[in-house]
């Protein structure tokens, strides 16, 4: 097993090929988009990456510590497809443990994509808990939707890059300040989705005061893979905390799945904690079904 800070190129490609080996055997990707996004552009911030590697498969085993919390460690892992079952996986997470100890933490926390089987097996054999549960929803696009009402005070419009990040990220922090992760994005945060292949500005609706030009919300939307096989997600919706009483949650939703719709999309998911019991509400009401279940396990140290 090697222990790198930093992982070169080549190994960031292996780690993309083996997140895609494991993707076409499971349905779904072992590491979020959040790692694959610091993977990709090189700023995973203090972090240990663990990688194991053997002749027959090159890269069998790849598991990243975060390590930015001085409290909190977080760890992410995946192994091939044929290597299971053979102890990599325990081999990561004791390591990841270590490391953790090490650096002081208290907590590890350990993302489980898809709630897997081995997944749950590891975690009871090290003592983990599940305090946070991440549901994926889907729905069809297919059935005519409801004209969208729009507020009177309120326009929706498109995203302007170079124009809107700042406003964006105000609303999205504020929407979401008391969540883990989205509410401590940066502008550059939203900089490096900006320039993801499928980043598309139409595709980010603000909705905004009419008489001031106010944001009040966004719905962002986000389309994964091509022809056929294409998926729509409502990608981040937020509204600001002082425009709550407009409803807004709803107009915004149809807003983004009418967009969807209209680029030809058939289907359309999403993801929210199980505890938000509000939005479960707002977007079972809109025809979303639980799909696939993302666990976040938490380790004392």
Do not use: C
């Not at 990220?169 to 401590?184: I, K």
């Amino acid at each position: 097993m090697d222990i790198l800070d930093r992982p070169t190129a080549d190994d960031v490609a292996d780690v993309i090929a083996l997140v895609d080996v494991g993707t076409a055997a499971d349905g779904l990707a072992a590491l979020g988009e959040q790692t694959l996004l610091d993977l990709r552009h090189g700023d995973a911030g203090k972090a240990a990456h663990l990688l194991i590697r053997d002749a027959d498969t090159g890269l069998a085993g790849f598991a990243v510590v975060g390590l930015s919390n001085p409290a909190t460690a977080t760890m992410e892992l995946v192994v091939h497809p044929m290597r299971r079952r053979r102890g990599l996986g325990d081999a990561l997470v004791s390591t990841a443990v270590r490391i953790a100890r090490e650096h002081g933490a208290t907590e590890l926390h350990a993302w489980a994509h898809g709630d897997h089987p081995s997944a749950l097996a590891l975690a009871d054999r090290y003592g983990f808990t599940r305090p946070r549960v991440l549901w994926q929803m889907r729905r069809s696009l297919t059935d005519a939707e409801p004209e969208v009402e729009t507020p009177e005070q309120v326009r929706i419009r498109a995203f302007v890059p170079g124009r809107d990040e700042q406003r964006l990220l105000d609303v999205n922090n504020a929407a979401f300040a008391d969540h883990p992760e989205q509410g401590v994005w940066t502008l550059r945060d939203v900089a490096v989705r900006e320039r993801e292949p499928w980043f598309d500005p139409a595709g980010l609706l603000l909705a905004e005061r009419v008489e001031d030009g106010e944001l009040l919300g966004f719905h962002w939307t986000k389309v994964h893979g091509h022809g056929d096989s294409a998926i729509g997600e409502i990608y981040v919706l937020g509204v600001a905390p002082a425009a709550q009483g407009l409803k807004l949650g709803g107009v915004l939703t149809m807003a983004g799945l009418h967009h969807l719709r209209d680029r030809g999309l058939s289907k359309v998911m999403l993801y929210v904690d199980e505890s938000n019991t509000r939005a479960v509400q707002l977007y079972t009401r809109s025809g979303f079904r639980r799909w696939t279940t993302d666990v976040e396990y938490a380790l004392g140290l």
